[in-house]
């Protein structure tokens, strides 16, 4: 069974950084994308950003400049590098197989002063 943990969540002040990160294992990590998603009570989960195994990415115009998703195939790692950190990021962060319905637990980041 395919098993994704999500670390490095947390509080940070507005301008902060943060990185995720995703490890996965039971599975061919590097022949899949992966894909990091957020969620706050009572709204639908949104992408924020995804990377395929060719490396191409992409990103929610909300991220753009601010956001890194990164992968380490060596570690079966995906990583999201968040910088420029504004309140409006505050949400659980969850890691995706892209396009399947396999999940992380996620993780709470939380920007405020």
């Known amino acids: 069974q395919v098993q994704l943990v999500e670390s490095g969540g947390g509080l940070v002040q507005p301008g902060g950084s943060l990185r995720l990160s995703c490890a996965a294992s039971?599975?061919?990590?590097?022949?899949?994308?992966m894909g990091w998603y957020r969620q706050v009570p009572g709204k639908q989960r949104e992408l924020v950003a995804y990377i395929m195994r060719s490396y191409s990415t992409n990103y929610a115009d909300s991220v753009k400049g601010r956001f890194t998703i990164s992968r380490d195939n060596a570690k079966n790692t995906v990583y999201l590098q968040m910088n420029s950190l504004k309140p409006d990021d505050t949400a659980v962060y969850y890691c995706n197989v892209y396009g399947t319905s396999i999940w992380g637990q996620g993780t709470q980041v939380t920007v405020s002063s």
């Open positions: 039971r599975i061919s990590f590097s022949m899949i994308g």
